[in-house]
């Protein structure tokens, strides 16, 4: 596979819930959310809320970035223009749901690329009534997800992933029969290797998506 220090950057990143005491600069943190602004947008629909309360943050993480879902901005914009927004509310959920998840992995990478450790915290649609409080969001802003950030203060293995012929199809969708997901689904390691997994308990990512758990 072709590699560079993008790449690389890309293929180590992991998860990380531990973090060093050690604050990141403003200049890191100004660096890290300029690139979350440089990702691709359907309306610059992104924006962030920015915590640095270790002792609220998750994990003790020195930064605490809520990737918003920014409507509001948006209408405020287009009504000193004098427009009117007619797109669809849900469309306009859909389109700001793209901008903030590009937005969110921009800056995974540059904070990568720095030496800094995150992880993303999904669960932050299930709080979003409490997230909007704390946060004194207006109307029509969501927060998407959230990510915990800072100099990690451990060194866990990417988690594995499946092959890429798992994820890949060219011209139609295969077949997902037993046999074919039995032969293609095991997981490997971003360096390649396959790993074994014989249960959902292998796979915590999937226990909140399965009715039967082990």
Known sequence: MITNSVIEALLRRKSIRKYADRDPSDEVVETIARCGQQAPFAAQLGSLFLSRDRASNPFGAPLLFTVLIDV???ERVMARRGWTRVTSDAAILVF????AAYMAENMV????????GSCFLGGALFRAGAIADACGLPPHVFPLVQLAMGY??????????YPISFSLFERR????DD???GARSNPQRASGSRVSLGSVSHCPHLRPMCSVHE
Not at 109 to 116: F, N, P
Not at 152 to 161: G, N, S
Not at 173 to 176: F, K, L, Q, T, V
């Open 152 to 161: 990690p203060a451990e060194d866990p293995p990417p988690r594995p992933r």
């Open 109 to 116: 990478v540059a904070a990568e690329s720095l030496g800094l």
């Open 179 to 181: 046999d074919a997901v």
């Open 173 to 176: 969708y295969p077949a997902m």
């Open 72 to 74: 509001h901005r948006l």
């Open 96 to 99: 700001g749901a793209q901008d």
